[in-house]
């Protein structure tokens, strides 16, 4: 099921602690953006499916990445393109889009995003994978 653009922003919203629907917009579309470059085929076609239109289409339109980057290279990579962004803060960002996207993609899905990206992703996503 898809979600509607208001409940995801307010899930991410929520979870960021942000003060504005605007902030939850800009981390959105920029993780996305990160995000899409790190998936390809069905997988990410799916997940788009599950997103709001404007956020599926960031998902599906994706930053260039000539590489998988790490989950801290990819906290640093998101922490480049928002402005006054410090690692710090963007691992929060990360955080609270990668949750939301969590629980929009559902088990079975999240499982196969998790494959195509580099391991410790589950931890970005809120999701640890159990040892």
Known sequence: MTLRREAFLGHVKERGKYDSTEEAERAALVVLALLGAHLVGDVRAQL??????????????????????????????????????????????????????????????????????PADYDLLFGRPRPT
Request: glycine share 6%; net charge negative.
């Open 48 to 117: 788009a499916a599950r997103l709001p239109e404007a956020f599926a289409l960031i998902l599906l339109n994706p930053l260039q990445s000539a590489e998988p980057l790490t989950p801290e290279r990819f906290v640093r990579a998101t922490a480049a393109w928002i402005e006054g962004a410090t690692e710090q803060t963007a691992a929060w960002d990360v955080g609270a889009v990668l949750s939301t996207v969590a629980d929009a993609a559902g088990e079975d899905l999240m499982g196969r995003i998790l494959l195509q990206l």
